[in-house]
């Protein structure tokens, strides 16, 4: 499955954005999906993460109550709706698919988005 993350940009804290991850070559609805991003100068971390269904989502405390992950398995796509955004939350987000089990560890994703950067400004 190949998958492009789309929709990240510059925004002042307290702002939102959108992200979304659309997948070609397979249908989504076989894929554990989970975002990650890096910032500057640390390595790359969990934000969260969406069961095959849509049923479960589980989320990094830090971004917990202000991100929420989305998936339309009709659509192919996956979105993390970002909202009261902070300076702490620039970085590259990626999207990554899993075949097999919800996992918080990037190492179980085989299948990663290129990124896309969000740049928060306070």
């Known amino acids: 499955v190949q998958l492009q993350a789309f929709g990240g940009g510059s925004v002042q804290a307290g702002g939102s954005l959108r992200l979304s991850c659309a997948a070609s070559?397979?249908?989504?609805?076989?894929?554990?999906m989970a975002w990650f991003r890096q910032a500057p100068g640390k390595e790359r971390e969990f934000v969260g993460i969406?069961?095959?269904?849509?049923?479960?989502?589980l989320y990094a405390d830090s971004v917990m109550g202000r991100f929420t992950i989305s998936r339309d398995n009709a659509k192919n796509i996956v979105s993390l709706q970002m909202n009261s955004l902070e300076p702490g939350d620039t970085a590259v987000y990626y999207c990554?698919?899993?075949?097999?089990?919800?996992?918080?560890?990037?190492?179980?994703?085989?299948?990663w988005g290129q990124g896309t950067q969000v740049t928060v400004s306070s």
């Open positions: 969406i069961s095959r269904s849509g049923g479960s989502m």
């Open positions: 990554a698919a899993n075949p097999s089990e919800l996992a918080l560890s990037q190492g179980f994703y085989p299948y």
């Open positions: 070559g397979r249908s989504l609805s076989g894929y554990v």
